[in-house]
């Protein structure tokens, strides 16, 4: 079976402060995706970034920046330098993706809410 | 490139009633999954829908189906409807790339309210 587990609940910061939001996963698959989305009060998930398990590279995007550490089955993202529009729900999620059929499937943690106060 | 489409926005029934929903994914995308979102359970998969086929589904009763069209468009149905049913439903769809998973897109949500 395969869980996501968002042990942060709940984040409040001032803005400019740098937020680390916490992702550990467990699978039994040797293929598959991480994924981190936000969703804010609108209601849409909006797509952050992939990750796939072959693929080990951190990455940065503006202020966003994901550590993938297989060995520790974690997927942590960080906010550099906050900023109010960024509070939001996020969700880490992993793929359950059968390579021969392609079928897919997202198991989500429990989401972290991030309040970023001015 | 118009994104993900789900109608209505907002529901309200009664139990017992049936609700169908309603999702137009980007141009292009022939896969559909569906999500439910409540508090207590938090995100989880219903079911996805490729070439009209599903090809997988959650852990759901069978209250919960669903269909795909030939031009991709889903539709989820809930039947005999529970308080415990009110929730926000999210449609997502995908570009099939072969057989590699790639990003779901999702849509705002349709949220049932079950009075």
């Known amino acids: 079976a395969q869980k996501v587990t968002q042990a942060q609940t709940e984040i409040s910061v001032v803005e400019k402060e740098d937020v680390t939001l916490d992702c550990v996963y467990e699978?039994?698959?040797?293929?598959?995706?991480l994924f981190w989305y936000k969703q804010p009060p609108s209601g849409e998930l909006v797509f952050l970034i992939r990750?796939?398990?072959?693929?080990?590279q951190n990455e940065i995007s503006g202020r966003y920046s994901w550590n993938f550490q297989k060995s520790t089955s974690s997927f942590n993202f960080t906010i550099t330098a906050s900023q109010v529009v960024d509070s939001a729900v996020y969700f880490c999620?992993?793929?359950?993706?059968?390579?021969?059929?392609?079928?897919?499937?997202?198991?989500f943690g429990s989401g972290t809410r991030l309040q970023v106060q001015p | 490139k118009a994104g993900v489409t789900q109608t209505p926005r907002y529901l309200i029934k009664t139990r017992g009633q049936q609700v169908t929903l309603s999702c137009s994914p980007i141009?292009?995308?022939?896969?559909v999954s569906w999500y439910q979102q409540t508090p207590g359970q938090g995100l989880q998969f219903l079911f996805e829908?490729?070439?009209?086929?599903?090809?997988n589904k959650g852990n759901f009763p069978g209250r919960f189906s669903g269909r795909q069209f030939s031009n991709s468009r889903s539709e989820m149905n809930v039947s005999t409807l529970e308080l415990g049913d009110s929730a926000l439903y999210l449609c997502?769809?995908?570009?099939?790339?072969?057989?590699?998973?790639?990003?779901?897109?999702f849509g705002q949500g349709t949220r049932l309210t079950v009075v």
């Open positions: 997502a769809s995908s570009p099939e790339q072969g057989a590699r998973s790639t990003e779901a897109f």
């Open positions: 699978t039994r698959d040797t293929t598959y995706y």
């Open positions: 990750r796939n398990s072959f693929d080990e």
């Open positions: 999620a992993l793929s359950d993706t059968r390579l021969d059929t392609g079928r897919r499937a997202l198991t």
């Open positions: 141009s292009g995308h022939r896969s």
């Open positions: 829908y490729f070439s009209e086929t599903q090809r």
